[in-house]
């Protein structure tokens, strides 16, 4: 009996203390390893990815949304009753006539958007119609701080690509003595521009240094309702508004558009540019 209490002894010294270490050194490495397997789950990447800023891609949606509803509404029925619900208040549309056949669009799509500032913009939108042809309209559109749109007036039909802009200035009446060379000018240069396929058709009408691409033909000029100036000068530079009515042959649609023109005066009155404007 004696004998084998040291025995006992013996076996339960250091081989108990090794054993001990041993656990506890495993104890340690399985708290380190939950620890950091916790870091893992909870760290950033277990959180879901902050949302990028909205606003601003809506907005555009919207915007491109509403000129292609706008585009095709007007092309398909240039009417009071169906344009007025896009219209900003106050902004007033002249009454065309609808293509024969009913609708007259087949697809349309933004091609171009240029920001004006304080929330106005003109979208340029493609219409390809059902008869193979495409028409650029450049509409102008307003869009408030709470994200609604609205047409600020009529659009304009502009060559490929639409190059639009627009000034928030209230049209004036054609001002100083200039104002009668002004009036013919237009009213020569509109017809020209429509029905010229090459920038050196209009050479006579375009100031020396710049060029101006035709609309091509396709559409013929009813009338010209009126011609405004923006701003109150009288100097060698003017911009002017342009107010017509489009009439599309195949169709026998009328369409109300408004052109702005660039004019610089020279030996005579030329053309710069021309671009869509707001009414």
Not at 12 to 29: D, E, K, N, T, Y
Not at 111 to 132: F, H, K, N, P, Y
Not at 166 to 185: H, K, S, Y
Request: glycine share 12%; with cysteine.
């Amino acid at each position: 009996m004696n004998a084998s209490i040291p025995r006992a002894q013996h076996l339960s010294g250091p081989s108990l203390r090794f054993l001990l270490r041993g656990v506890g050194r495993a104890a340690i490495w399985t708290v380190l390893l939950l620890l950091l397997l916790r870091g893992v789950l909870a760290g950033p990447s277990s959180e879901p990815p902050a949302r990028p800023a909205a606003s601003s891609s809506n907005a555009d949606q919207r915007s491109a949304a509403f000129a292609v509803r706008f585009a095709r509404t007007y092309l398909s029925d240039p009417s009071p009753s169906a344009l007025d619900p896009f219209l900003a208040e106050g902004a007033r549309i002249g009454t065309g006539r609808p293509p024969g056949g009913g609708k007259a669009v087949a697809q349309a799509e933004v091609t171009e958007t240029e920001q004006l500032g304080g929330g106005r913009e003109i979208l340029t939108v493609a219409c390809e119609l059902r008869d193979s042809r495409t028409l650029y309209l450049a509409a102008p559109i307003v869009r408030s701080k709470a994200g609604e749109v609205a047409a600020l007036g009529a659009p304009s039909i502009v060559a490929a690509p639409g190059q639009p802009g627009a000034d928030p200035e209230r049209p004036r009446a054609l001002a100083g003595a200039d104002a009668g060379a002004i009036q013919a000018l237009v009213e020569k240069f509109l017809p020209a521009y429509l029905a010229a396929s090459e920038p050196s058709d209009l050479t006579y009408f375009v100031a020396p240094g710049a060029a101006v691409q035709p609309l091509g033909g396709g559409l013929d000029l009813s009338a010209i309702s009126g011609v405004t100036q923006l701003g109150s000068g009288e100097g060698a530079r003017r911009e002017v508004l342009a107010a017509a009515r489009l009439t599309d042959p195949a169709s026998g649609a009328t369409y109300p558009v408004v052109y702005r023109l660039d004019l610089v005066k020279g030996a005579r009155w030329y053309v710069r540019g021309v671009e869509g404007a707001l009414a």
